[in-house]
């Protein structure tokens, strides 16, 4: 009998080191965004942080630093302890755009930070003016080589912006990009054919879409999105293209690999929850819960992918 509680005790003292790691200090955990909230960034941290929290067995208390396209949060979160204390929840941009646009940077997204797990996927769309008798990327191409068109981003720098960028390269076809200061003051140009074109993503750009204001071309993501799956992705007619932005999970540098472990195992887990799913959905995004090593691998990639897209483009800021 002793020896089979022996047995039973040292099989259970894993999942318990597992569910309390040493490193992690008590009380609420900080969960770092680096945008205002409201947005959709931000209400897809909270969907994260409050599928977290019981998990996890702390609170988790989001945190909005906004400034400098998302440095700001991703910086405090580099520089906090690696003791789970303070986890980052970041978009694309600080982690894959911004080195390659900032003219300075407060930390090395390679370098800095922990990979833990890609919560979200965003998927971008291209869309036209209501009047404007373009409907395929086919027809796009033939058109920003037929005549001058305005394309219009939410601003410079941004992913709808290099997204936009990207795909006139692959197009090799010229276009004349207006930037904005969102997606609320270039709606009414995209309206009046002010501007025929415009790159947003689904969370703003498929209601104008679905009601008529404006007409859907085509998604940016490497499949169809099921928010929109009668929507022919880029993909389609361009065999490989694939640009989104979306939204992970990250720790501060030289976090212990078991703590990393279990956040991660956590974060995949309320990804792949239905309900977070549903909300994610709803909020125009799509649940990924990837592994750490889908992650690293996806920074490293897009890193490498957007640099001289960026380039390209001229786009610096200060």
């Not at 955990?29 to 960034?41: A, D, E, N, S, T």
């Not at 702390?58 to 949060?73: D, P, Q, T, Y």
């Not at 309206?191 to 007409?215: F, H, K, M, N």
């Given at each position: ?18 569910a ?10 900080r ?17 994260l942080a ?8 702390r609170?988790?208390?989001v945190?909005n ?15 906090a ?11 694309a941009?600080p ?13 090395d997204?390679?370098?800095d ?8 996927a ?8 209501p ?62 054919g ?12 498929l ?18 999105s ?5 929507l ?31 956040f991660?195992?956590?974060a ?8 977070v ?12 819960g ?19 897209v960026?380039r390209?483009?001229?786009v610096?800021?200060?």
């Amino acid at each position: 009998m002793i020896r089979r509680l022996l047995i039973a005790a040292l099989a259970l003292a894993p999942a318990v080191a597992w569910a309390q790691p040493a490193a992690l200090p008590p009380g609420p955990i900080r969960l770092i965004v680096g945008f205002p909230p409201g947005g959709g960034i931000d209400l897809l941290t909270r969907v994260l942080a409050t599928g977290l929290a019981p998990r996890l067995g702390r609170a988790v208390v989001v945190e909005n630093r906004a400034g400098a396209g998302g440095n700001l949060a991703a910086e405090l979160v580099a520089k906090a302890p690696p003791d789970g204390s303070v986890m980052g929840s970041v978009p694309a941009g600080p982690l894959v755009i911004n080195r390659h646009i900032y003219r300075t940077m407060p930390f090395d997204p390679l370098a800095d930070l922990t990979p833990i797990s890609r919560f979200a996927a965003i998927p971008v769309i291209l869309m036209g003016a209501p009047n404007w008798p373009v409907t395929t990327i086919a027809e796009f191409r033939a058109a920003l080589r037929a005549r001058p068109t305005a394309c219009g981003t939410p601003g410079a720098g941004t992913t709808q912006h290099l997204a936009t960028a990207l795909l006139l390269r692959a197009l090799d076809a010229p276009c004349d990009i207006v930037h904005y200061r969102g997606t609320g003051p270039a709606l009414p140009d995209l309206l009046t054919g002010t501007i025929q074109a415009y790159t947003d993503t689904v969370v703003t750009g498929l209601p104008p879409t679905r009601d008529g204001r404006a007409r859907a071309i085509a998604v940016f993501s490497a499949e169809r999105s099921p928010l929109a799956p009668e929507l022919p992705t880029v993909a389609e007619t361009i065999p490989g293209f694939s640009a989104e932005t979306w939204l992970a999970l990250m720790g501060p540098r030289g976090m212990p690999d078991a703590l990393a472990a279990w956040f991660e195992e956590h974060a995949i887990a309320v990804a792949r929850d239905p309900a977070v799913v549903a909300q994610i959905r709803a909020l125009g995004a799509e649940a990924v819960g990837s592994d750490r090593a889908a992650l690293a691998a996806a920074i490293r990639d897009q890193d490498a992918m957007w640099g001289p897209v960026a380039r390209a483009a001229g786009v610096t800021a200060d």
